[in-house]
């Protein structure tokens, strides 16, 4: 693509300024900061689209974010939040109050347990459940290679199982 | 073992099914993960509210600010320049230190402005009839009409008549860029002749073309990585440990003159290296992550 051209970069910007902002959440943990982080990336490069080689630009953007949030965002303790979609309505089993409760539980057990989670791990695991983003996409995206990515998975998963088990106790 | 298997994650792709999974850990383990993913679908993470205003905006023109001291530094150059010419005798030598930059007139009103860490030196008795100036480091030159003005390097002979171009010699490396007239570069025992916006290197020793009228020092086209390194170092008098470099790395663009660290987040980022302060004046290169 050609960064300099409106409509090319108009069309790469709907494409992946959620997917950046999102990886700014879930590494970083702070909305209002990634918010920003990522609209100014996207501004950075419209500004200096002649300097910029449009077959790296998607990893170019993710490595500018993280630079920039590493810039910015001081190393304090990550705290998660994600808003929830009630539970079925029309499933009887599943509006008892226990139920309900259990289950906000063990919502704020998962947010916990993910914000304990190394970052990079984190982020993998985050943008592969709640983007659906593919494995081969991530890689690219981070500059890793796909055989990390599984890895991560793989033990961001066992993790959060231990992790969930250790409060249960 | 234990780290190296990745089941779960072709579980969560969809390319191991339940049963498999099942199979492997057993039923309560199952259920464990299966819950994990459950929840997780529940969730919305939180949504980006930018937007694309700013495409209608006139772009920042990029104004390069030098700070005050590079321009003390250049004024008080030339000062010290015009004091050792009319001082001194017949052989020339002209040094642009660390972090200094400085634009040089030449007896024929040609102008060098050499880079930081560079040097030039001439004879200046017979300067008139026979142009010739030695460099190390990087300069560009604007030469005056008239006779042939040649700049030798150790790596190369530059040769012009009457032009604008920018050397480039450092260590082992040599480029030269012109940018008006022609220039005629000797390089090991080949010649090039290059036309304005016409590039040569020591290392491809082909004539190529370069976009972009820029010749500020830190400006690069088609450069190795080390080379702009090694400029780093000597405009902000800083060390760099490049062992990770590779040969192959090359690099174009423009780096900060007034900022050590956006210089080398510049110079870095494309190559997915960071780089880290092991003291004041000692860094070192490692890839990202």
């Known amino acids: ?169 | 073992m234990e780290e190296q298997e990745t089941y779960l994650s072709d579980w969560l792709d969809g390319s191991m099914n339940d049963q498999a999974l099942k199979a492997l850990v057993g039923e309560a383990e199952f259920r464990e993960y299966q819950s994990i993913t459950d929840e997780l679908n529940r969730w919305k993470a939180p949504v980006f509210q930018g937007d694309l205003t700013f495409l209608e905006q006139p772009k920042n023109k990029e104004i390069p600010v030098r700070a005050l001291w590079v321009r003390w530094s250049v004024a008080a150059s030339v000062l010290l320049a015009i004091g050792l010419f009319v001082f001194q005798g017949f052989s020339k030598q002209v040094i642009a230190t660390t972090g200094e930059e400085l634009v040089y007139v030449l007896p024929d009103q040609s102008t060098a402005t050499l880079s930081p860490g560079s040097e030039l030196s001439f004879s200046s008795w017979g300067f008139a009839w026979k142009r010739t100036i030695s460099l190390r480091g990087q300069a560009f030159f604007k030469v005056a009409k008239g006779a042939t003005f040649t700049v030798e390097s150790d790596q190369g002979f530059t040769q012009v008549l009457g032009t604008e171009f920018t050397v480039h010699s450092r260590g082992n490396y040599y480029q030269v860029r012109c940018f008006e007239g022609s220039v005629e570069v000797k390089i090991d025992q080949n010649k090039f002749v290059l036309a304005p916006y016409q590039w040569v290197d020591n290392l491809n020793q082909a004539v190529e073309r370069f976009e972009g009228a820029e010749n500020s020092p830190l400006s690069y086209w088609s450069v190795p990585l080390s080379v702009v390194l090694a400029d780093i170092e000597a405009v902000y008098g800083v060390e760099i440990d490049r062992t990770v470099v590779q040969p192959s790395w090359i690099f174009t663009g423009k780096l900060d003159h007034d900022n050590l660290n956006q210089a080398l987040n510049q110079a870095l980022w494309p190559f997915n290296l960071e780089y880290k302060f092991v003291s004041e004046h000692k860094i070192l290169l490692q890839p990202t992550q």
């Open chain 1, 1 to 169: 693509m050609n960064p300099c051209d409106a409509q090319h970069f108009s069309v790469f910007y709907e494409k992946n300024a959620q997917s950046l902002f999102r990886y700014l959440y879930y590494t970083f943990g702070k909305e209002a900061e990634a918010q920003d982080i990522a609209q100014n990336v996207f501004v950075k490069i419209w500004e200096q689209c002649h300097k910029i080689d449009g077959t790296k630009i998607k990893t170019l953007i993710y490595t500018m974010a993280r630079n920039e949030a590493l810039n910015i965002i001081k190393h304090e303790k990550v705290v998660l939040e994600f808003s929830a979609t009630s539970p079925d309505r029309n499933n009887q089993e599943y509006q008892t109050p226990e139920f309900l409760i259990e289950q906000d539980e063990f919502k704020s057990k998962l947010e916990k347990a993910l914000s304990s989670l190394k970052p990079e791990e984190r982020q993998v695991f985050l943008m592969n459940r709640m983007d659906g983003m593919k494995y081969q996409e991530i890689a690219d995206n981070l500059g890793l290679s796909v055989k990390a990515v599984e890895k991560r998975m793989h033990h961001v998963l066992v993790a959060l199982r231990a992790q969930i088990k250790g409060f249960n106790r």
